[in-house]
């Protein structure tokens, strides 16, 4: 039997977070995103969906996600986007997990709408909105009057907006100037006006460009751990209500606003990439991981400093250079952790193999180095069987100011 509260229906197994003399907190709107990447190539789209590799998210973390924020969070809106969420084959499920949740008054799908005419006419009953971005060239198959005709018939409000310009949001190196990362974080829409608000992966974000940080520095070999730094942990956290109300409030600026500009960029007309300019847009954030992104590339400088220093100094430098040896390796198993986070096991097992080269006696590197060899689908499969903090340590990401051991 399941129990009734404000805004929805909990199934029987759903822990309580909210005490019952609480209001939930209120929010404009949310958004999850269904899918990283995208079947269009907008130039500086700002959640890096023309450089992300292809990922979708899972039904039941999303299902999870949703029953413990309706807890203690009540919106608006709900928004299901992506990258282009009608690429996701489940689409369907999402939109019956939103309904079901009681999270939000409205349901809203953001679509570029070019696989309209392929959906099912179940999703146009299951949502309350939708939202169809129109880019200048892009041409859809289903026509503004047939839209029309279908909002009408499944009852849901249709909005066709014209999108003619982007500005420029995500930077590839951070600010140093922390009064104008204060500045660009009062003025951004993308956080206030706009609620653009994302539930990412078990963390709620205040924005959307912040969940995508860590993977679109990692395609320049960059490790930035932002998450528990710019989110809040939203499963077993008994505060999460608390926690929540607290971060809404913060006017600090979050660490992925030393790499972004907000809603101050300047504006550019909107383009389409072609392959070759799609190089030319990746070569600006760094070459894909798997090309360029060299594990090994401190550790050169490192040797080299180390020889010099054992050259001059002799026996006396020797443990300072070791130590900086091995602080590098430890660098390379956490970018192998946080690749296997991500699903890239090929750069992961470069990773360790690199980490292997420099602290040869490490067992776990080995065992990781196991890990990432078994293939993903059974990987998936036996993840479940391990303890939490094996599966952590072998799946990643690390977690911030950890050694890997």
């Known amino acids: 039997m399941s129990k009734q509260i404000a805004g929805g229906t909990l199934g029987p197994d759903l822990p309580t977070i909210l005490p019952k003399a609480l209001p939930k907190i209120v929010q404009k709107a949310a958004e999850y995103n269904l899918t990283e990447h995208c079947n269009l190539r907008c130039a500086g789209c700002s959640h890096s969906s023309e450089l992300l590799p292809k990922k979708f998210a899972e039904v039941k973390e999303f299902q999870r996600d949703l029953a413990v924020l309706s807890q203690v969070l009540h ?15 489940d689409l369907l499920e999402y939109l019956r997990c939103a309904r079901a949740s009681g999270l939000a008054e409205e349901i809203t799908l953001t679509t570029n709408g ?10 146009f009953e299951l949502i309350d909105r939708l939202r169809v971005s129109l880019y200048p060239g892009v041409r859809l198959r289903v026509e503004e009057r047939e839209l029309e005709s279908l909002s009408r018939r499944h009852n849901f409000k ?9 500005r420029v949001t995500t930077l590839n190196s951070r600010h140093r100037d922390a009064t104008l990362v204060r500045q660009i974080f009062r003025q951004c829409a993308l956080a206030h006006d706009w609620s653009c608000h994302t539930v ?15 993977g679109r520095m990692a395609l320049r070999g960059e490790s930035v751990l932002n998450r528990d730094l710019d989110g809040v942990r939203i499963h077993d956290n008994p505060r999460l209500r608390e926690e929540l109300e607290a971060y809404l409030r913060d ?11 907000g809603s101050s960029g300047r504006s550019f007309p909107h383009r389409q990439l072609n392959s070759k300019e799609l190089r030319e847009e990746i070569d600006r954030s760094g070459k894909p991981r798997d090309a360029s992104a060299d ?7 490192y040797r080299a400093w180390a020889r010099l220093m054992r050259e001059r100094f002799s026996s006396r430098a020797r443990s300072l250079a070791d130590y900086a ?3 590098i390796a430890h660098e390379q198993v956490a970018m192998g952790m946080m690749a296997m986070h991500e699903g890239d096991r090929r750069f992961a097992r ?3 193999l690199r980490s292997i080269r420099n602290r040869p006696l490490k067992l776990k590197t080995y065992v990781r180095l196991a890990w990432a060899t078994v293939p993903a689908g059974i990987a998936r499969v036996l993840s479940p069987m391990l303890a939490p903090g094996l599966r952590r340590s072998l799946s990643g990401p690390p977690v911030m100011g950890e050694r890997p051991q």
């Open 75 to 89: 919106l608006n809106e709900l928004r299901l986007l992506g990258g282009e969420p009608l690429l996701h084959p």
């Open 114 to 123: 070019l696989l309209l005419h392929r959906c099912d006419p179940a999703t």
């Open 158 to 166: 249709l909005e066709l907006k014209r999108i003619d310009s982007f």
């Open 200 to 214: 990412h992966q078990g963390y709620y974000f205040k924005c959307s460009p912040a969940p995508f940080l860590q």
């Open 251 to 261: 006017e600090e600026p979050l660490e992925a606003c030393y790499y972004c500009l």
């Open 295 to 301: 594990p090994q590339r401190h550790v050169r400088g």
């Open 325 to 327: 040896i091995d602080s």
């Open 350 to 352: 470069r990773c360790y």
